[in-house]
């Protein structure tokens, strides 16, 4: 992963360094070396176990931040909420 793919992954899901980090478990100077340029004295390799966990943090994320909003949805609207068109079983069954 290059430093500029992993700065456009977190700036995409809204995340600042000191929020990858915390999620990450690592210190938020660390997500700013493994986002520095390469060849600069800043930059750090990610390794690829950490490559992984980031990977797998932000898609945890991401299907968090849909159910939040599902939640939103169904919770401002008067209508009667289905869950039926995000869950395939549900208009199969009927």
């Not at 992954?9 to 915390?22: F, K, M, N, S, W």
């Not at 700013?32 to 932000?58: D, F, N, T, V, Y």
């Not at 994320?61 to 939040?68: A, D, H, N, T, V």
Request: glycine share 4%; charged share 30%.
């Amino acid at each position: 992963m290059e430093p500029e793919e992993l700065r456009k992954l977190r700036t995409a899901h809204g995340l600042t360094p000191a929020e990858l980090a915390q999620m990450l478990d690592v210190s938020p100077p660390e997500v700013l070396r493994w986002e520095a340029p390469k060849g600069s004295s800043h930059h750090s390799e990610i390794e690829p176990e950490s490559r992984r966990r980031i990977l797998r943090q932000l898609a945890t994320f991401r299907g968090l931040q849909k159910e939040r909003q599902l939640i939103v949805i169904a919770s401002r609207t008067t209508k009667r909420f289905s869950a039926q068109p995000f869950v395939p079983a549900l208009a199969k069954s009927r």
